[in-house]
């Protein structure tokens, strides 16, 4: 049996590690950039094989870090900010497949995060099939 004296250590260093894991989850959250898209997946409707529309890149504090945003988009060249103060870009798309978006150090080229908007097909109506045989007598 544990004497309480070996009890309380034990619990206190489960309650010094356990509250090292969290404040290391947390600093790791904070320091790790973060790419946003919203909105993150675009529907195409029966008719048209094309997506248009509106999507807005956002990112947070990157300390005094201008970015740049590069994509395999055919219409967005290489989008530079011009201060660190900017912290969202909007962009008109029109699409017919997924389009990745990079976010790298504008000086040493570094890529920082990323993120992808994907573009899906609408699934045709489904057809109602008929329970009955046409052949039943009843």
Same mark, same amino acid.
């Given at each position: 049996?544990?004497?309480?004296?070996?009890?309380?250590?034990?619990?206190?260093?489960?309650?010094?590690?356990?509250?090292?894991?969290?404040?290391?989850? =947390?600093?790791t959250?904070?320091?790790?950039?973060?790419? @946003?898209?919203?909105?993150?997946? +675009?529907? &195409? #409707?029966? $008719?048209?094989?094309?997506?248009?529309?509106?999507v807005?890149?956002?990112?947070?504090?990157?300390? =005094?870090?201008?970015?740049?945003?590069?994509?395999?988009? @055919?219409?967005?060249?290489?989008? +530079?900010? &011009? #201060?660190? $103060?900017?912290?969202a870009?909007?962009?008109?798309?029109?699409?017919?497949?997924?389009?990745?978006?990079?976010?790298?150090?504008?000086?040493?080229?570094?890529?920082?995060?990323?993120?992808?908007?994907?573009? &899906?097909?609408?699934?045709?109506?489904?057809?109602?099939?008929?329970?009955?045989?046409?052949?039943?007598?009843?």
């Amino acid at each position: 049996m544990l004497s309480k004296r070996k009890l309380l250590y034990l619990c206190f260093l489960a309650g010094s590690l356990l509250s090292q894991s969290v404040f290391a989850q =947390n600093t790791t959250e904070e320091s790790a950039p973060l790419l @946003k898209l919203s909105p993150e997946i +675009c529907i &195409t #409707s029966a $008719d048209e094989k094309t997506c248009d529309i509106e999507v807005t890149l956002e990112w947070g504090q990157l300390t =005094n870090k201008t970015i740049c945003i590069i994509s395999d988009y @055919k219409d967005l060249k290489k989008w +530079c900010s &011009t #201060s660190p $103060d900017i912290h969202a870009l909007t962009v008109n798309i029109s699409a017919d497949r997924d389009i990745q978006f990079v976010m790298i150090d504008k000086d040493t080229h570094e890529t920082i995060a990323g993120v992808k908007l994907k573009v &899906t097909p609408a699934s045709p109506p489904q057809v109602r099939r008929r329970y009955r045989n046409p052949w039943s007598l009843f």
